[in-house]
């Protein structure tokens, strides 16, 4: 019904970390509430290496920025330089490199981007079905790799993983913003939180 709020939207952010929220609105796109969730700290693979929370395989340790360069420079002798530093602006420009390789169809590059999609999408698949998400926005440096990357990781999801309950495809966009968004969501968080107790 009409007083009832919609399923949640997922908004993740991928840096050299890994965060998201759950944001829950009305029926008018009013907020109701949204919390924050560790999902970079989705365990995607138990044999994995070991992260800084001390699991092995979380999210952020196999799909952060850095790691991915790690990946293209390994994989596809891509020579990027970057850095381990939250906010890197060498890490935001490595961004518009692997994007061109992406557009024009680099293999080599297309494979890691791929084999780092379906890592992506198997916590994006976690946390839809435990938690009803119809809408994924991803944010971050790594939205930056535009439409190519939004196109692999929508094939990806919808070949590989079924949403529990669910009649409609989960819908997945990229968002790129100077992070005043992330900023009033936590925020907004923090508030919630508070008032709470």
Do not use: W
Not at 109 to 121: D, G, N, S
Not at 152 to 181: A, G, T
């Amino acid at each position: 019904t009409k007083d009832l709020p919609q399923l949640p939207l997922l908004s993740m952010n991928v840096d050299e970390a890994i965060f998201g929220g759950i944001v829950v609105s009305d029926h008018d796109s009013n907020m109701l509430f949204c919390y924050p969730v560790e999902v970079g700290h989705l365990v995607v693979d138990f044999r994995g290496q070991v992260c800084s929370c001390g699991n092995r395989g979380c999210l952020e340790t196999l799909c952060r920025t850095p790691t991915l360069f790690q990946h293209l420079n390994e994989r596809a002798g891509m020579g990027l330089e970057y850095s381990q530093e939250f906010g890197s602006d060498l890490n935001t420009a490595n961004m518009s490199v692997i994007a061109a390789e992406l557009k024009t169809g680099n293999p080599a590059v297309q494979e890691v981007m791929r084999e780092y999609a379906r890592i992506f999408c198997t916590a994006i698949g976690s946390t839809v079905n435990l938690l009803g998400v119809r809408s994924v926005h991803v944010g971050g440096d790594i939205a930056l790799l535009g439409e190519p990357f939004l196109q692999m990781l929508r094939d990806v999801f919808h070949e590989n993983f079924q949403p529990l309950n669910q009649s409609d495809k989960v819908h997945l966009e990229l968002f790129v913003n100077d992070y005043e968004q992330v900023r009033l969501a936590a925020t907004i968080m923090c508030l919630d939180a508070i008032f709470r107790k």
